[in-house]
Each structure stands twice: as structure tokens, then as C-alpha cells.
Nanobody
Framework: QVQLVESGGGLVQAGGSLRLSCAAS????????MNWYRQAPGKQRELVAAITSGGITNYADSVKGRFTISRDNKLSTVYLQMSSLKPEDTAVYYC??????????WGQGTQVTVSS
């Protein structure tokens, strides 16, 4: 059974930082690319950052230079370090992976709120 469990969200002032974590189980973590998505109220879910099994990263333009995705294969955990946070970063952040290019899994989400 695949499980993705996010943690690390919270309330932070604009300009502050947070680190999100996503612990995975039920998959061979090192084989899988991992992604962070977010969904703000009234908006579609959007891809924020991605990291391949080989460690290649990609970011949405809106977070480039402010967010860093990383992974620890020994801990089966993917991280999202968020800095210089803006009120528009407020959203529920979700961890995501696709196994065998076919089965998509989501975590339960963690709320990030950035106050101005």
C-alpha cells in the first residue's frame, strides 16, 4: 500500500521560510520521481517542483530561486525548502508520485499560510 505523508506546513510571515517533508512508503522510493503540487482556494492544482529519480530538478517560474526540492533516498523522503515566502504562496501543498508511469498517488496535503 502506497502512502505519502506530508508535514511541515504552518503559518509564516511574508519573507519567512518553511520546509515541507513528504515521507513515502510502499514504493521503491529511489526509483521514482517525486513532485510537489499546491492548490490555492478557487484555483487549480499546480505543479510547484519536481525531482527525478536521478536528482534532476524542475520548478514553476513563480517559485524559481525561492524554493528548493531535494530527496533523501535512505529516508524515502522528499523535501521542499521554501524561502522568501509571499502571500500568494498560500495553498495546500501536496506530495505526488507516479509509479510504473501509470499509477498516481497523492498525500493528504499540508496547509501553508503566508501572512502579509
Amino acid at each position: 500500500q502506497v502512502q505519502l505523508v506530508e508535514s511541515g506546513g504552518g503559518l509564516v510571515q511574508a519573507g519567512g521560510s518553511l520546509r515541507l517533508s513528504c515521507a513515502a512508503s510502499g514504493i521503491i522510493f529511489s526509483f521514482n520521481g517525486m513532485n510537489w503540487y499546491r492548490q490555492a482556494p478557487g484555483k487549480q492544482r499546480e505543479l510547484v517542483a519536481a525531482i527525478t529519480s536521478g536528482g534532476i530538478t524542475n520548478y514553476a517560474d513563480s517559485v524559481k530561486g525561492r524554493f528548493t526540492i531535494s530527496r533523501d533516498n535512505k529516508l524515502s523522503t522528499v523535501y521542499l525548502q521554501m524561502s522568501s515566502l509571499k502571500p500568494e504562496d498560500t495553498a495546500v501543498y501536496y506530495c505526488n508520485t507516479k509509479v510504473y508511469q501509470k499509477y498516481t498517488y497523492w498525500g493528504q496535503g499540508t496547509q501553508v499560510t503566508v501572512s502579509s
